[in-house]
């Protein structure tokens, strides 16, 4: 005899990556058993360790909603001068992260 188990609400990797059940074989089907601690010698007992896969559910977020910073024209080109940073909460690949410019880029020159 095998049985099936079914989720009864989505599971989310960012809410809960890892869930534990502990199951019972037995013949009496009326009530529920008190609570069960796992015993590996205990043949009517198995341990079932459900990992949760991360599906690309999240966005990336940036860490802050401006980012300012200036640049000397005597600098050498292909200096860095500035850093962005985005997290994303989801994992491995699906966190990975590109950055592009969507815009014109405006100069702004002041002296002074």
Partial sequence: ITHELMALKQLDREENDTHVLIIKAT????????????DPSDDS?????????????????????TFTGGISTDI?????FMTVL??????????????????DITP???EG
């Fill in 27 to 38: 013949e009496e089907c009326l009530h529920q058993p008190d609570k069960i601690q796992f």
């Fill in 45 to 65: 007992l198995i341990k079932l360790v459900i990992h949760v896969n991360d599906v690309n559910d999240n966005p990336p977020v940036f860490t802050q909603s």
């Fill in 76 to 80: 050498d080109f292909g200096t860095p």
């Fill in 86 to 103: 985005a997290e994303d909460s989801d994992d491995a690949m699906n966190a990975v992260l590109e950055y592009s410019i969507c815009s």
């Fill in 108 to 110: 702004i020159v002041s």
